[in-house]
């Protein structure tokens, strides 16, 4: 049976056995008086946890949570300023009067006045310390309880708080494909922006966050006449006391700007959304958008169209410069894309288009780039039967109107007679899309699977080369474990190829591979792959920063320096493209997580971190 045992209570403890039970009157045994202190000071909440100084005393008060109290003890109350916790005030209730701006603290203090002798107290020079030192909690001989924590107040000077804040923004898409660079973009308010009374709306269109302002407008809807990355900007902001003529398109930047506000240390009240909504102009031409990147196409067996028709799309296609089509000279510009076979046997082929999405479509055959049309034909009807000379090369254009249709996707295939497997080395790549792959060396499994555009019949071999391309080994199958591996730069090509690979040994430059058949392709370029040690961010160093992760933890630690400002942090990916993007305010010395939430996967990414007009970029890479 348990029981408790109070202060006070008298326990008899019997010799012959270790064990004690209560004592009684008149017990034959030692006693000892157990002497457990109760007084507890429980904890405080604060009734406010900021109030503003405008001149005059200004009251902080806080709430008193669960103490304990026992007979002849009672309560009292400190009040300390900074971190020092210098006992400035002393009062019966947990309210006092303060004069001065800085953060307070109020502090429960459960204690005997016949024990604890408060008169040696200084107020300005003791510090909560000191009387904690005394008590049992703190190591010393008194019995009493002492909120060391207790309830923090800021005090603060309200007199120059800046209401205005521009929110945040989010783009409906992130990548604008466009064939020249001429396109519009824009942008969506959160609605989580204030904007008090007085004040107005712009928004800037800058090349990316910092940089130079590009435009200023209205709405956040730009026209932008290049490929890259830009930000829309929203500014909430008081005409009386911000020029907007100030904002000089092509010379004013985005950190010039915010560095004149409040929030970036400057004496104006405004809110300017600083790190904007990304968005990313990208040319997305097709590969084959020109003669000389033309396609290659195997020719197929008659019927065989279901198995090996491949997928076009003709949506973001330019014009082939100086080279209109005799069959169509009044077309409004065109977008076109191209595609090259070799007729081996065959004095016939037939070329097949399966589901067409495109409108106002063409087709043309020409020897080479440049050459005399054999064939031109405007809205045909499919199959097309086009006579060849055996073992030759021919162009194929495919093709839309832009002044009366649209582009579009569509499959495409070439059949004959006499089916030809050509070698095809194509572009390698990883199944998942990508063009570059970093492998943390820590001893599980980094498998990558490998992916090829070529679409040719004969047999297909990945090949793994040093960064000299010299042959490692070959790659069994379509996949590989690259965490074995020693640390270095490797390289996996793909080869096309009839019969067998003759010479396939360890040291063999790539370029020099041979196979018993008669073709032999290697890939338009490699897949490069990097195997080294990661241990996530480490200390830079920097003046300004502190930054640290293992992103297997989900969070980003940053360390700010710097006065009291908004932090604005980026994570982009390889690609330049936006992955996470968020802002806190933070004082010197704070630690901030930012927590990534499951957004970011394997591979490399950059950081970005901006305050008081300073930029820092890390480069780091993120494993599981």
Known sequence: MNRIIERGSIICIAAFSGLFSMAGPGSNCRTLEILFCEADAGSL??????????????????????????????????????????????????????????????????????????????????????????????????????????????????????????????????VVCTRTGLVWVDAIPNGNAAVPLGFTTVYLLSAASGAVIRSV???PQFDVESFGTYAIHRLVFDPATLDLSSVVPGSTTISGLNTQLTQGGGSICAGLDVAGATVSVESCRPQNDDCANALHMVISAVGDCNTSMILGDNTYATEEVGDRPVCDPDAGGLADIWYTFNSGANTEVSMVLGPISMSNWA????????????????????????????????RVRIYTDLGQGNGGAFAFCITGAHPNM???????GLADGSTVANICKDGSADILEFATTSHSAENYAYVLADHTDALVSLIPGHSMDFDPLPIGSYRVWGVSYKGDLDNAHSGVLVSELTSTGDCLERSNDF??????????????????WNVSS???????????????????????????????????????????????????????YTVRLWAQDQIHVVRMFAHP
């Open 550 to 604: 293992d992103l297997r933890s989900g969070s980003l630690n940053v360390l700010y320096n710097g006065p009291t400002t908004i932090v604005y942090m980026d994570v982009l990916g390889v690609d330049g493209r936006l992955m996470a993007q968020q802002s806190q305010i933070m004082a010197q010395g704070q630690i901030y997580a930012m927590d990534l939430g499951g957004q970011l996967g394997q591979g490399v």
């Open 45 to 174: 909440t604060a009734t406010a946890s900021a109030v503003c100084y405008t001149g005059g005393p200004v009251n902080i008060s806080a709430v008193w949570n669960d103490p304990v109290v026992p007979t002849d003890y009672q309560g009292l109350f400190f009040l300390t300023r900074g971190p020092t916790q210098v006992i400035v005030q002393g009062a019966f209730t947990p309210a006092f009067n303060v004069t001065a701006i800085d953060e307070y603290t109020i502090h429960a203090l459960v204690y005997n006045p016949t024990t604890l002798n408060l008169g040696v107290l200084t107020f300005g020079q003791s510090t909560l310390g000191d009387v904690h030192a005394q008590l049992e909690q703190g190591g010393g001989t008194l019995c009493a309880g002492l909120d060391m924590i207790g309830a923090s107040v800021m005090v603060q000077d309200c007199t120059n708080l800046c209401d205005a804040h521009a929110g945040t923004m989010s783009t409906a898409a992130p």
């Open 527 to 544: 897949l490069p792959v990097d195997v080294g040690v990661c241990t996530g961010f480490a200390s830079n160093g920097v003046e300004l």
């Open 217 to 219: 407008g209205t709405a």
């Open 422 to 428: 050509t070698c095809v080395g194509g572009a390698v």
């Open 363 to 394: 087709l043309t055959v020409v020897p080479i780039c440049g050459g005399s049309e054999l064939v031109c034909e405007i809205d045909p009807a499919v199959p097309i039967d086009v006579s060849t000379l055996p073992n030759t090369d021919y």
